[in-house]
């Protein structure tokens, strides 16, 4: 009987999918496995008898790697899993930027009284553009940015993708509409929106800074929904207070950018969806028995 420990909530419809020849517990002591979401697993004590660790969801910094490596314990992600839900919330932060939403809301809440004549009357200070003809950059096409680029496409966008490592497989899955430049520098003078979708890693952290922002047309909008790490938050308000940058969109809010003026934060909710927690879980699970039983 092999045990499986979990850290944080893992889907029951993943879990399901477990043979009878496993144990689920939150006690990791004796695991054999461990399936994890978002804890913080760096100052962990990892028991001797496991041998997998995978993590329901796209990232792995969550993960110590290193002490991994050097226990001989195999680390494993579900790429793709979440993919659609992160892409449709990458489209809802295109349509927050553009028409001006959340202020709109914000200030629809203050109305006490007549508040037909008073909408009439303010709408227009949250007049917004739209986004059929606009040019959004698509920077990293892997699983969720080529979604996110052909969605963007199909409501009537210009697309330009960029990705250093852009495989075949992305290639085959990518709207032929969409122009894919060989340098990001390229992209960026092109775009009224640019959406991130690379990994965080040592060679990517803070890239979005005052050399890229300068390339990038006035007013341009920026949205992450990849990591904060990826972003040089001091040269981003920068940008954003000369006009360089007209808006951040982020799913990863930081002390440094909550409550700011043209920065609209959502708290991490990329993958949440009861519909990718469910594919994020069941492949996690499908890679441990696989490895624990077949190596």
Partial sequence: MYKIGTLNKISPVGLAHLSDKYTVSDDISEANGILVRSQDMHEMQLPESLLSI??????VNNIPLDKCADAGIVVFNTPGANANAVKELVLGGLFLAARNIPAGIAWAGTLTENVGKAVEKGKSQF??????????????????????????ADLGMKV???DPYFSVKAAHNLCSCIEVKEDVKDLLPLCDYISIHVPAMDSTKGMFNSELFALMKDGAILLNFSRDKLVNEANLLTALEAGKLG???TDFPTDGVLNKENIICLPHLGASTAEAEDNCATMAVEQTMDYIENG
Wanted: charged share 15%; aromatic share 6%.
């Fill in 54 to 59: 995978a993590r329901a969801g796209a990232g």
């Fill in 127 to 152: 007049a917004g553009t739209e986004i059929k003809g606009k040019t959004l950059g698509v920077v990293g096409l892997g699983a969720i940015g080529v979604l996110v680029a052909n969605a963007a």
């Fill in 247 to 249: 808006k951040y969109v």
């Fill in 160 to 162: 330009i993708g960029y």
